[in-house]
């Protein structure tokens, strides 16, 4: 009885904590394009792909935050977390991450038309990001903070890049790196606010705690959605009645 009874107790908040960490075993830098992309295997086509359809997602984190902040009554928690929208947005004359992923689409031979159309996101992209965004704002806020938890992981998969790509892919331009720089400081920084409200809301019951871990799950979901139909996008080459449905070469994974 006991056994069962302490198997009902919230974990502890540097146990809640190290059991968030855990699930950084499925974040998308394990994913195989990722992988490939880590290894320098990746065409020039295919990762102008991955960048032209990662900025869908790009512009979707100031949308994903402003519903967050729609739906906060803190004003202390509103006061930090705005800061990250204008992490993306930029303020005046200062580059936002939204202008440096679309330098990093000029550094890899997109043009800024090719990136801001969206003419080449892949359906699976749009539906996987729309899905994020539509949780932020039917979601508590508390819950949608604890989805961005996916920011523990990523400074590691951000100095893999500024590491990697200049020997890996030396034909991208060195500036196309500034928004991996930049994330790299910022990302830690969130982080710190992100942890604390998660923690300290979700450590009430083990269920709770449960919640807080299946809705990070989702998220890395989300993220691996998004590799997934990169990946599709990027490596397939279908006609069907004869129309190219994707131009990018086969490889194999």
Not at 13 to 41: A, C, N, S
Not at 228 to 241: E, F, N, P, Q, V
């Amino acid at each position: 009885m006991n056994a069962i009874a302490n198997d009902n107790l919230p974990w502890s908040r540097e146990e809640f904590e190290e059991k968030l960490r855990e699930k950084g075993k499925g974040y998308h830098i394990y994913h195989p394009f990722h992988v490939m992309m880590y290894e320098g295997k990746l065409t020039k086509e295919q990762l102008q792909c991955w960048v032209a359809n990662r900025f869908y997602y790009q512009i979707a984190i100031p949308m994903k935050d402003g519903a967050i902040l729609s739906n906060c009554p803190d004003v202390e928690v509103r006061k930090q977390w705005i800061v990250r929208i204008t992490d993306h947005d930029g303020v005046g004359d200062t580059v936002g991450g939204i202008e440096a992923w679309i330098q990093l689409g000029a550094a890899v031979g997109l043009s800024r038309e090719d990136i801001v159309s969206l003419k080449m996101v892949s359906p699976g992209v749009r539906f996987a990001v729309d899905a994020y965004i539509n949780f932020a704002k039917q979601r508590t806020w508390q819950e949608s903070v604890c989805s961005s938890l996916t920011e523990l992981f990523a400074p590691h998969i951000h100095q893999q890049r500024i590491s990697s790509w200049p020997t890996m892919y030396p034909w991208i331009k060195e500036e196309g790196l500034t928004y991996f720089k930049k994330r790299l400081t910022e990302a830690r920084r969130d982080v710190e606010q992100g942890l604390d409200v998660t923690l300290n809301y979700f450590s009430t019951s083990r269920e709770m705690q449960m919640k807080a871990l299946d809705i990070l799950q989702f998220k890395l979901n989300i993220l691996w959605v998004i590799a997934d139909s990169i990946m599709l996008a990027s490596t397939l080459d279908i006609k069907i009645d004869g129309k190219d449905y994707f131009h990018q070469p086969v490889i194999n994974f």
